[in-house]
Each structure stands twice: as structure tokens, then as C-alpha cells.
């Protein structure tokens, strides 16, 4: 899987967060099923990407982190904060990881194993901010932001995918996206340009560079790698999304 084709993927799974965000009610519960996939594809991805050894131990890892933080996020008790229960789960993955060294029978490459898979651990748990993101909007009775940035991202990864020079490409999906997130956020919430623009620069560089991280492997190229380099750009946006429904 090329370029052109992994891009386009993460933008459809960006697009599908934007959908769920405007179903009212129901968007924590199916943005936590979209995550849920998002943790999956990173978990079979992931040890691929990273070539590491013991793959399937990590992929059960980092995949059941992705799916047991988006489901905690979405039925969080009470007593416990949504971003609490997110921790406990990513520091639950982190100490599967270790476990899952311990285990292991062939020794070789420990120190590379492990923190690859703590790695992954990290990233397919805070998608789960996505969850909470939209929940806090849901509370307001407003998916717009959520779904403004999500739109914004999509953008981003389907402008990296043009075929220009890389400096270039960079430049044009950060500006693209940037600006898709702003005039969303103004015309659907009302917001100044200012803070609009910010939160979409944010938004499209976050993208922009998770892509071009996890792109730049030799291996990203082969079609079970590119599956995490198409979702670990949404899976990390959330972050930005929470952080924008909390202090907007």
C-alpha cells in the first residue's frame, strides 16, 4: 500500500468520526465502536511497522488497550473521570507489556520489544480521547466541534496524498486542513477566526507529522504496515479534539 492509497484510508476513518460526532445521543457510544476498529488495525499493524519480535503477543497487546480504553470511556462509572479511566487502562497495557516479555520464549531484542509495544500501548489508548471528546459534546448538545476537526483531518491526510514535492505536500495539507477545521468551526459554532484557526493549525500539523513519522519506516510501504500509518494520525488528533471540547 502506497501513499496515495494509505492516506485516503485514514481520511475515510477521519470521516467516520465526523459522521457519528453529529448523531446526537448516540455518538460516544459509536465513536467508541470506531475506535474500537482504530485499536484493532493499529494492533495488527503495529509490530509490523516497528519490526519487532513476539508479534503476536503485541498485537493482542496494543489492540486490547485500543478496544478496552474505548470501551471504559464510553461506560466509565460514575466515580471515576473518563480521562482517569483512560490512564488506568493505558497503565494496565503497560504492564501486559512487561508480562508479555516475561513470557516470551525466544529472548532475543527485549529492550526493543518492549518498548516498541509500550509504544503502540500509548497510541492505540489515547484514541480513546476521541470517546470523551465527544461525550463532553454530546452533554452540550453540539457535535460540531468534534466533527469540525475530524473534517479537518481527513482534509490534511488527503492533501498529503498529492503528488507534489514532499516539502510542498506538507505545506499545502497543513494549510488545507487547517483551513477546512476553521471555516467549519466559524460557520457551525459561531467561533472568531482566531482561536478557529488555531485549533485547525493544531489539528493539521498533529496529522501531518504522526503521518510522516510512522510513514517514514522502510517497511511502512507494505500493506500490513500502512494500516497503522493510516490510523495512528486519527488515533493521535483526539487528543487535540478532547482538549479543544474542554477549553471551548
Known amino acids: 500500500m502506497t501513499v496515495p492509497e494509505r492516506a485516503p484510508l ?3 476513518l477521519a470521516l467516520l468520526l465526523a459522521v457519528v460526532s453529529l448523531t446526537g445521543t448516540l455518538a460516544p457510544v459509536l465513536t467508541a465502536v470506531v475506535v474500537g476498529v482504530l485499536g484493532i488495525l493499529i494492533g495488527i499493524a503495529w509490530p509490523s511497522l516497528l519490526e519487532l519480535p513476539a508479534a503476536g503477543g503485541t498485537r493482542a497487546v496494543v489492540a486490547g488497550t485500543g478496544v478496552l480504553g474505548a470501551m471504559v470511556a464510553v461506560l466509565v462509572p460514575e466515580r ?3 480521562v482517569a479511566a483512560v490512564v488506568m487502562v493505558c497503565a494496565l497495557g503497560v504492564f501486559a ?12 531484542e527485549l529492550t526493543e520489544s518492549l518498548t516498541g509495544t509500550v509504544a503502540g500501548v500509548f497510541v492505540s489508548g489515547i484514541a480513546a480521547s476521541w ?7 454530546a452533554a452540550q448538545s453540539s457535535g460540531a466541534l468534534p466533527a469540525s476537526i475530524a473534517t479537518g483531518l481527513a482534509a490534511t491526510l488527503l492533501l498529503g496524498s498529492t ?6 505536500r506538507f505545506v499545502v495539507s497543513v494549510l488545507g486542513g487547517a483551513a ?8 457551525l459554532l459561531g467561533w472568531w477566526w482566531l482561536p478557529a484557526a488555531t485549533v485547525g493549525l493544531v489539528t493539521a500539523v498533529g496529522a501531518s507529522c504522526a503521518h510522516l513519522l510512522t510513514g517514514s519506516s522502510l517497511v511502512s510501504r507494505e500493506p500490513l504496515p500502512s494500516l497503522a500509518v493510516a ?18
Open 80 to 82: 471515576l473521570t473518563p
Open 180 to 187: 477546512v477545521t476553521a471555516v467549519l468551526a466559524v460557520l
Open 231 to 248: 490510523a495512528v494520525p486519527v488515533a493521535t488528533v483526539g487528543v487535540v479534539a478532547h482538549l479543544a471540547v474542554l477549553l471551548f
Open 131 to 137: 470517546v470523551i471528546a465527544q461525550t463532553a459534546a
Open 97 to 108: 507489556s512487561f508480562v508479555q516479555q516475561m513470557l516470551r520464549r525466544e529472548r532475543r
Open 10 to 12: 485514514g481520511a475515510a
Open 163 to 168: 503528488p507534489l514535492p514532499a516539502r510542498a
